[in-house]
């Protein structure tokens, strides 16, 4: 897949002139650019714990001023001192899980971001695509494997639950399938809360580089599609995955934890058209600035009373492995 030479002027200019724009790709597509609301297909980006009503709009969204910030990294030893005390916690607290995300940064003067995302999206065909800028969020690169929810009309969705990370050639341990219950579990309640009928297949390994994630795909039909996709998206976001469970008890974890603002990692992006809603959650990511080249990658990585700090690092070193690999290289 290469982004044709006329999406790829266009990009690297708004970029340079600070305009709010979105490119995406779907699972092996072509990458489109949204710069404007039309009336084949708005985008907009919900931050972390953000209601589904007060996402941004590209194309109705004031330029102005860029107003965000990137945050400083997080060192080896702070945060494996800092998931260890978490664990103890967790040990007292039962069947529980806390995802606690780390940052890594960089800065690469005259950087193409263009061909970056490329290279990125080239890695992973069968993930979500994306590439996006707003003053107030600055600029998003990464490749999601994790659907939020995607509706078809009539009134068709689907959404899955996705955890547990091993390298790929790795067999899967009782740690892993015990995370990834906690979200499918989280997923069956939402549902049967909201009185949605639903079949779920799984779970199956999914294959991401170098690392596989186990996922459970749910999917059914939908009583009052426009109403019950606001509320499942409200309802599974932040996803278990991105926060854990029970999941106000990690927010709060979250919140004393980390000493970073998430920003858009742990968010979603929205696809609506005439066809439906195609929801991702906004992981495998890195923040940066168009003006000068700095960034951030987001990681992260469930927490549970079985972790091992170190091997919860190792997890996120691999996690981020090919987009720091990417980052790395000159394209200049």
């Known amino acids: ?38 009336d084949k297909v708005d985008v907009y980006i919900s931050p972390w714990l953000t209601c589904f009503g007060d996402n941004l709009h590209i194309g109705e969204i004031a330029e102005s001023e860029p107003s965000f910030t990137l945050p400083d990294a997080t060192d080896k030893e702070t945060y494996i001192n800092r998931v260890g005390e978490l664990v103890k916690v967790l040990r007292k607290r039962g069947m529980s899980k806390t995802v606690i995300s780390r940052v890594i940064t960089g800065e690469t003067p005259g950087f193409d971001w263009i061909q970056a995302a490329e290279d990125l999206w080239n890695a992973f065909p069968a993930t979500f695509g994306y590439l996006f800028y707003t003053p107030s969020t600055g600029a998003w690169l990464g490749a999601s494997p994790e659907k939020l929810i995607v509706t078809f009309k009539p009134n068709h969705f689907t959404t899955h639950a996705l955890a547990g990370t091993m390298p790929a050639d790795v067999d899967w341990n009782r740690k892993n399938y015990e995370e990834q219950q906690m979200v499918v579990d989280f997923i069956e309640d939402s549902l049967e809360q909201m009185h949605v009928t639903y079949k779920e297949i799984g779970p199956k390994s999914l294959v991401y ?7 459970t795909v749910f999917s059914g039909e939908l009583d009052n599609p426009e109403e019950q996709t606001v509320g499942l998206h409200d309802w599974l976001s932040p996803t278990p995955a991105l926060s854990g469970l029970p999941r106000e008890e990690a927010i709060d974890d979250i919140d004393e934890i980390e000493e970073h603002d998430r920003g858009c990692y742990g968010g979603y992006i929205t696809l609506k058209s005439d066809e439906g809603v195609t929801s991702y959650v906004t992981i495998r990511c890195v923040q940066f600035d168009p003006r000068d080249g700095r960034w951030a990658i987001y990681v992260g990585g469930g927490i549970t009373p079985k972790s091992e700090p170190e091997a919860e690092w190792e997890e996120t070193e691999a996690k981020a492995s090919t987009l720091l690999g990417i980052l790395k290289e000159s394209h200049a």
Request: aromatic share 4%.
């Open 1 to 38: 897949m290469k982004i044709n030479a006329k999406l790829r002027k266009k990009a690297a200019e708004l970029l340079a002139g600070g305009k709010s724009f979105a490119i995406y790709r779907l699972p092996d597509k072509t990458p489109k650019l949204v710069e404007k609301a039309c």
């Open 209 to 215: 580089g170098s690392i596989k994630h186990l996922s």
